[in-house]
């Protein structure tokens, strides 16, 4: 994990720099790191970007009670699981590191809002979408079973054409990264989301 202290260090560093306590952490990869807007989108819930570029799923259990902890958040919004599967981690052991982030967040925080954002669709990481696919399924049939207030939020299927090939306007011409269309769409998708459990 070492490979990720600087960006973990610039997070914790962060803090100081904020005019809030934020009510919402939204914590994961670049996906969340790179969100220029993220700020002024989700103003009303007052958030703070614990996004790290890179991360994996298991960074984001690992750097928990370092990054997470240091607020007092009412819900958490996650994204991540992306990268580990891009690395070979196989669906099974993303679903572990799944369960073991929902444990870390009951612990120190209760039973806020915990929202996992499903892993999206790539044109970069096509060749593994079935993957991706079944990841998605378990968490979220495990967050079904589960309630306890956990949410699922399928960005999936909104990324996707009608022969289910994810469509270029959401995504950078890399072809992994999102848009600001993909953004916009995030945006809109996550915020319904919000509104019907933050009050």
């Given at each position: 994990?070492?490979?990720?202290?600087?960006?973990?260090?610039?997070?914790?560093?962060?803090?100081?720099?904020?005019?809030?306590?934020?009510?919402?952490?939204?914590?994961?990869?670049?996906?969340?790191?790179?969100?220029?807007?993220?700020?002024?989108?989700?103003?009303?819930?007052?958030?703070?970007?614990?996004?790290?570029?890179?991360?994996?799923?298991?960074?984001?259990?690992?750097?928990?009670?370092?990054?997470?902890?240091?607020y007092h958040p009412r819900a958490?919004?996650?994204?991540?699981?992306?990268?580990?599967?891009?690395?070979?981690?196989?669906?099974?052991?993303?679903?572990?590191?799944?369960?073991?982030?929902?444990?870390?967040?009951?612990?120190?925080?209760?039973?806020?809002?915990?929202?996992?954002?499903?892993?999206?669709?790539?044109?970069?990481?096509?060749?593994?979408?079935?993957?991706?696919?079944?990841?998605?399924?378990?968490?979220?049939?495990?967050?079904?079973?589960?309630?306890?207030?956990?949410?699922?939020?399928?960005?999936?299927?909104?990324?996707?054409?009608?022969?289910?090939?994810?469509?270029?306007?959401?995504?950078?011409?890399?072809?992994?990264?999102?848009?600001?269309?993909?953004?916009?769409?995030?945006?809109?998708?996550?915020?319904?989301?919000?509104?019907?459990?933050?009050?």
């Open positions: 994990m070492i490979w990720y202290e600087h960006e973990v260090q610039r997070l914790e560093q962060e803090k100081a720099k904020l005019e809030y306590e934020p009510g919402t952490v939204f914590y994961g990869s670049s996906s969340i790191r790179l969100w220029d807007t993220l700020y002024e989108d989700f103003s009303a819930y007052q958030p703070v970007n614990l996004g790290f570029g890179g991360s994996t799923l298991a960074a984001c259990v690992w750097f928990f009670e370092r990054l997470v902890t240091l958490i919004v996650l994204y991540a699981g992306d990268n580990d599967l891009g690395d070979g981690r196989h669906p099974e052991e993303v679903f572990i590191f799944f369960q073991q982030m929902v444990a870390r967040t009951r612990e120190h925080f209760g039973d806020i809002p915990l929202f996992f954002i499903s892993i999206k669709p790539s044109i970069t990481r096509w060749n593994i979408v079935d993957s991706i696919r079944y990841t998605n399924d378990l968490i979220e049939k495990e967050i079904k079973k589960k309630g306890n207030n956990l949410h699922y939020i399928d960005i999936y299927h909104k990324m996707t054409d009608n022969a289910g090939y994810p469509k270029r306007e959401f995504l950078d011409p890399d072809g992994l990264h999102i848009s600001e269309k993909g953004y916009a769409l995030w945006k809109d998708i996550i915020l319904r989301h919000l509104s019907t459990i933050i009050r």
